[in-house]
């Protein structure tokens, strides 16, 4: 293989995860990494994104996240932040998809926005109590194994009701790994998550991670 295309397939198969220098957040070009994304942006692509932020919703987000992000980072909580950014968002009502799983944390949690006079909507996940084999689950993918009734997830009638409440941001809390995909696809309103379902770590997903060369080296 000649050094030019070594050169162009070194530049294809890298990506942001690959970069450890973050040259991206100050503009300091020339420190971009040879295979660098933002040297190679496509200027039209990135004018179409930068433009979006003209939409009312859009820059209402934006702009909103920006603040909660330039006044308490790394001050408040995520739970602290997530209000914060209800309040100053403009929010009147704010939908809870929630898994049943997770009740006890989404009491506590509206508990508090109920606290701070917002307006709250929770709906949990095993909602019209479906059986999984309805949709074709087979028994070897339930938790009983098919020896008794078991309601499936059912993420995307947790958006239709939060849509017919008319919800203006929904709030994630526990949804199984790609139950809150259908979720965020189906929903209406924007949606945030507070918090990530990982029963082994405490809800805390990034462990596994930190601890990659060690306990969890088997991933």
């Given at each position: 293989?000649?050094?030019?295309?070594?050169?162009?397939?070194?530049?294809?198969?890298?990506?942001?995860?690959?970069?450890?220098?973050?040259?991206?957040?100050?503009?300091?070009?020339?420190?971009?990494?040879?295979?660098?994304?933002?040297?190679?942006?496509?200027?039209?692509?990135?004018?179409?994104?930068?433009?979006?932020?003209?939409?009312?919703v859009n820059k209402n987000l934006a702009l909103t996240a920006a603040e909660i992000e330039g006044q308490f980072y790394g001050k408040y909580t995520r739970v602290q932040e997530t209000v914060e950014f209800i309040k100053r968002y403009g929010a009147k009502k704010v939908g809870i998809a929630?898994?049943?799983?997770?009740?006890?944390?989404?009491?506590?949690?509206?508990?508090?926005?109920?606290?701070?006079?917002?307006?709250?909507?929770?709906?949990?996940?095993?909602?019209?109590?479906?059986?999984?084999?309805?949709?074709?689950?087979?028994?070897?993918?339930?938790?009983?194994?098919?020896?008794?009734?078991?309601?499936?997830?059912?993420?995307?009638?947790?958006?239709?009701?939060?849509?017919?409440?008319?919800?203006?941001?929904?709030?994630?809390?526990?949804?199984?790994?790609?139950?809150?995909?259908?979720?965020?696809?189906?929903?209406?309103?924007?949606?945030?998550?507070?918090?990530?379902?990982?029963?082994?770590?405490?809800?805390?997903?990034?462990?596994?991670?930190?601890?990659?060369?060690?306990?969890?080296?088997?991933?």
């Amino acid at each position: 293989m000649s050094e030019e295309k070594k050169e162009k397939a070194y530049r294809q198969c890298l990506t942001c995860a690959d970069c450890r220098v973050k040259s991206c957040m100050h503009k300091q070009e020339d420190k971009y990494p040879r295979f660098c994304l933002t040297a190679k942006v496509d200027k039209d692509l990135l004018a179409e994104a930068v433009a979006l932020y003209d939409d009312e919703v859009n820059k209402n987000l934006a702009l909103t996240a920006a603040e909660i992000e330039g006044q308490f980072y790394g001050k408040y909580t995520r739970v602290q932040e997530t209000v914060e950014f209800i309040k100053r968002y403009g929010a009147k009502k704010v939908g809870i998809a929630t898994c049943v799983g997770l009740l006890n944390e989404a009491g506590i949690f509206c508990s508090i926005l109920k606290n701070h006079g917002i307006q709250y909507y929770a709906v949990g996940c095993k909602i019209g109590a479906v059986e999984k084999s309805t949709i074709g689950i087979p028994p070897e993918n339930t938790l009983t194994k098919g020896e008794q009734y078991e309601s499936m997830c059912n993420p995307i009638m947790q958006a239709k009701i939060l849509n017919e409440q008319k919800t203006d941001l929904n709030i994630l809390i526990g949804l199984c790994v790609g139950h809150d995909a259908l979720f965020i696809k189906h929903a209406e309103a924007p949606t945030t998550v507070l918090i990530v379902k990982d029963r082994v770590t405490g809800h805390n997903p990034c462990v596994p991670l930190y601890t990659h060369n060690g306990l969890y080296s088997k991933i």
